[in-house]
């Protein structure tokens, strides 16, 4: 008989990626425990930039209108080469939103953090333990116990069915597990430097985003909210990195720009930008998420980014697994899914992030002609959402004429009361979208219990016609998405949703597909 634990889930880890596990679970009321040895939210920016599938995380969450304020549009990048010619351009989706956001955003870092520290603990079935730091930790059949030195020195233990480390790159729990780093084999030393930039001073600085890709010492300029702005500059051989951080040094690197009279320094850090990824990501029932699991280059800023998402496939998974409604089987999907997601991100990353390091003149001149050309002659534009994969594997219906894996679009329908966003209506469970366009089709749900929504036509309407061009673009009458908003099935005949549905039941391990959130 399984022994009743004191909480259902352990968070090891309370920055934002452990936060918002927290948020997750809280809302869905599964007993958890939050510990962080650190008492308090560092408050310097590190991560800065978030894109749409995101902000929709925080709107999930309930933080979306206390989030918004402390953002900023994302906007173009313009990347130059080695004369300083325009070599890539890195744009935004156009209007209108397929996610219900503008697709890329910079935030400011620590009162986001805030933010989602304070919805977590609003959560009564949440505990948050600060100042409370993992020592050891052993796992039995169907519990794990954490041995914690808590505030005051102590040494106490607590038991969890299931624990999440979401403890930073320098992981406890990895290193307690025995987990390796994979290298994917990029290495660079760089130092970041954030200004908040009198306002006098503003008109000196570039408009855009840019990547100056210069083989004698690259650099990245970022616009931030309000009059932050980042510059990432890579080190050359033989400068300690110490020494770099040092006021002086930072104002001659920036000469080109500024000068100490037209800002501030807020931070200025050295770090090396690594490919890594862990080579297990569970062990038992301890699974790791966020800078525990992996790390990337920032220079499309998805680092926090993939936290959020490893948290956001992971929680809706153990909500299932821990209330009954699916088999213990469902969790082997988030390393599956999430693990193949990061390395093919951070693939491209890598790609990006070596033709921005390139440090030989002459491999600098080919890297620009090369570009130029596949552009015909001028800088080629791409969309960061481009360079963002879909779902490859896992818990997805593998049929090449599918959009599986993809996220499904979020409109805004129309009510009485003005436009709506759609999970505001629909919700965030198991969902059948049916188009409208199509519902004259006769069909008859016999075997799930899924919620179907029918959006355009007699259904509900959209704003914008998002969710139509989606049916159209994938040549389909409905699609199955996942809590998580990505899409299991799409469904050319409607005749074929039961057959698929039973499939679906039959892979997750429960008797009817239904609104779990």
């Known amino acids: 008989m399984k022994e009743q634990t004191e909480f259902d889930v352990a968070i090891v880890g309370f920055g934002p990626v452990g936060a918002i596990a927290a948020c997750w679970l809280g809302q869905a009321g599964v007993k958890t425990l939050v510990l962080d040895k650190s008492e308090t939210i560092w408050d310097i920016p590190r991560a800065m930039a978030l894109d749409h599938e995101i902000l929709r995380v925080f709107q999930n969450i309930g933080v979306i209108e206390q989030v ?7 906007g173009t990048s313009e990347h130059y080469g080695a004369t300083g010619q325009i070599i890539r351009s890195i744009d935004v989706v156009p209007a209108p939103h397929p996610l219900g956001y503008l697709p890329n955003m910079v935030f400011t870092q620590p009162p986001v953090e805030a933010i989602l520290r304070e ?13 409370w730091e993992l020592i050891d930790l052993s796992q039995e059949e169907y519990r794990v116990a954490l041995r914690v030195r808590d505030a005051e020195g102590n040494l106490q233990t607590r038991k969890a069915s299931y624990v999440i480390a979401c403890d930073g790159a320098s992981s406890t729990t990895r290193g307690l597990l025995g987990i390796s780093f994979e290298d994917l084999g990029f290495d660079e030393p760089w130092l970041v430097v954030d200004l908040i930039i009198h306002d006098a001073a503003l008109a000196k600085l570039p408009p855009v985003c840019a990547q100056y890709c210069d083989p004698a010492r690259p650099y990245t300029y970022i616009i931030g909210p309000g009059n932050h702005r980042r510059w990432e500059i890579m080190l050359n051989i033989g400068e300690d990195p110490r020494e770099m951080e040092t006021e002086q040094r930072v104002w001659k690197l920036l000469s080109r720009w500024v000068e100490p009279v037209d800002g501030k320094v807020w931070r200025a850090s050295s770090y090396r930008f690594h490919a890594l990824i862990a080579e297990s990501w569970r062990i038992g029932n301890v699974f790791l998420a966020g800078d525990a699991a992996h790390q990337q280059p920032p220079f499309i800023g998805q680092g926090m980014c993939q936290g959020v998402r490893d948290v956001t496939n992971l929680c809706w998974k153990l909500v299932s697994v821990l209330r009954g409604e699916c088999s213990g089987s469902l969790l082997d999907t988030y390393e599956t899914e999430r693990k193949q997601h990061v390395a093919t991100l951070t693939g491209r990353v890598k790609e990006i992030g070596a033709a921005i390091c390139e440090r030989n003149v002459e491999n600098a001149r080919r890297r620009d002609e090369d570009l130029l050309a596949r552009g015909g002659g001028k800088a080629p534009v791409v969309t960061r959402q481009e360079i963002v994969p879909s779902l490859q594997s896992g818990l997805i219906c593998h049929k090449p004429e599918t959009a599986a894996g993809t996220i499904f679009s979020q409109p805004r329908i129309v009510t009485q009361k003005g436009p709506v966003l759609m999970d505001e209506v629909c919700g965030m469970g198991w969902r059948l979208f049916v188009d409208g366009r199509a519902a004259g089709d006769r069909f008859a749900l016999k075997e799930s219990t899924i919620p179907l929504f029918v959006i355009g036509g007699e259904g509900y309407r959209e704003e ?26 799409t469904v050319l005949d409607l005749g074929s949703l039961n057959a698929i549905c039973l499939d679906l039941q039959r892979r997750i391990g429960r008797e009817s597909v239904g609104p779990a959130q």
């Open 68 to 74: 918004l304020p402390h953002t900023a549009p994302f």
């Open 464 to 489: 914008d016609g998002i969710v139509a061009a989606w049916f159209d673009r994938h040549h389909c009458k409905a699609a199955i998405v996942r809590p998580d908003h990505y899409v299991y099935s």
């Open 119 to 131: 919805r977590a603990q609003a959560h009564n079935s949440v505990e948050i333990k600060l100042g």
